[in-house]
C-alpha cells in the first residue's frame, strides 16, 4: 500500500470544504514543529508530498492525501506554538478539534508526541477529546534519532503508562524517526490492517 502511489487531495480550511467520507482516514496530530509532515512523508517515501519546516505552524491547513485509493492521510496543523496571529491559531485548533471529533471514517489519529519532551498537557487535551469521541488513537514518538536508546525507551514506558486507563488508546507506543525510518515499517503495517474490513 505504502510502496504505491499517494496523491495530495485538497487542502481545507472550514468544515464545510471537507471532502466527502468515504475512503477510511487516517490523521497526524501533535504539537507545532513535533514532525507530523515529516512522518507523512518518510511513511510514503516521498520528500516533500508535505511541506515541512523548522518553524513552527507550518501546516495550516487539514491535507488529504490519497494512498493508492484505499485510505486518506490527513497531514493536521499543530497545536500549541505558531508564528501566527492568535485569531488564525484559533481557526486552524478549532477546525482541527471538530474534524477529529465528528469525523465518519476516521479509523486511527496517530497522536506525534516528541521523545525529547514526552507528554504535555495540551497532548492530554487532545487524547481527552479522543477518548470522549471514542476515536482510537495510537501514540507515535518521533525523533528518537535525537535522543539514546535508554532514553527513548525510558520515555516510552513513561508514555505507555500515561495512556492504560485511557479507552481510545491504543496500547503500543511506537518509537519513529523520519530521519533514519527506524520504526516506519511497524508503523505502515498497523496503518495498513485499518484498510481491511
Ligand atoms: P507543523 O506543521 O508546524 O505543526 O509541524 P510538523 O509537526 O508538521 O513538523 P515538520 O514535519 O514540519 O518537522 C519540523 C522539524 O522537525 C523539521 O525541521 C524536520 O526536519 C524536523 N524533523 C521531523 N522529523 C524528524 C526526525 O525524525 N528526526 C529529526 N532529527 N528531525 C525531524
Ligand atoms: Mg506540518
Partial sequence: LFAGPCDFLLGVTSIAALPDPGLPEVAFAGRSNVGKSSLLNALTNRKALARTSNTPGRTRELNFFDLGGELRLVDLPG???????????????????????GRVGLRRVCVLVDSRHGLKPVDAGTMDTLDEAAVPYQIVLTKIDKVKPTAAEGVRKAVAGAIVKRPAAHPDVLLTSSQTGEGMEELRTTLAALTER
Avoid: I, M, P, Q
Fill in 79 to 101: 497545536y500549541g506554538y505558531a508564528k501566527a496571529s492568535r485569531t488564525d491559531v484559533e481557526g486552524w485548533t478549532g477546525l482541527t478539534l471538530d474534524y477529529l471529533k
